[in-house]
């Protein structure tokens, strides 16, 4: 399973920051490459970025330049942070378990983050 947590509002120009809590086995095992996707009614489905079982990220072109995705191994969580948000990064964002045979399997509920003042 997967559980998103983190503030559902954040002010433009600050850093939103989720964490994704992920519980059934380690996330440094299995080749799985631990996602952040998020969905607006304007973009629909946007690929963020991975940490990868090894420890690896890669991001999407777009938006690397304000994206880090970390992990504290001993929480078994990875956590996302975009920086300098704007009214544009308003979505639900999910976490998601990835794998080169079975694309997405695991998904978390989602979380609504919302960028105003």
């Known amino acids: 399973q997967l559980q998103e947590s983190g503030p559902g509002l954040v002010k433009p120009s600050q850093t939103l920051s989720l964490t994704c809590t992920v519980s059934?086995?380690?996330?440094?095992?299995?080749?799985?490459?631990w996602s952040w996707i998020r969905q607006s009614p304007r973009k629909g489905l946007e690929w963020i970025g991975y940490i990868a079982y090894s420890g690896s990220t890669y991001y999407s072109p777009s938006l690397k330049s304000r994206t880090s995705i970390s992990r504290d191994t001993s929480k078994n969580q990875f956590t996302l942070q975009l920086s300098s948000v704007t009214p544009e990064d308003t979505a639900v964002y999910y976490c998601a378990r990835g794998s080169i045979q079975y694309g997405y399997d695991y998904w978390g509920q989602g979380t609504q983050v919302t960028v105003s003042s």
């Open positions: 059934g086995g380690p996330i440094t095992t299995g080749y799985y490459y």
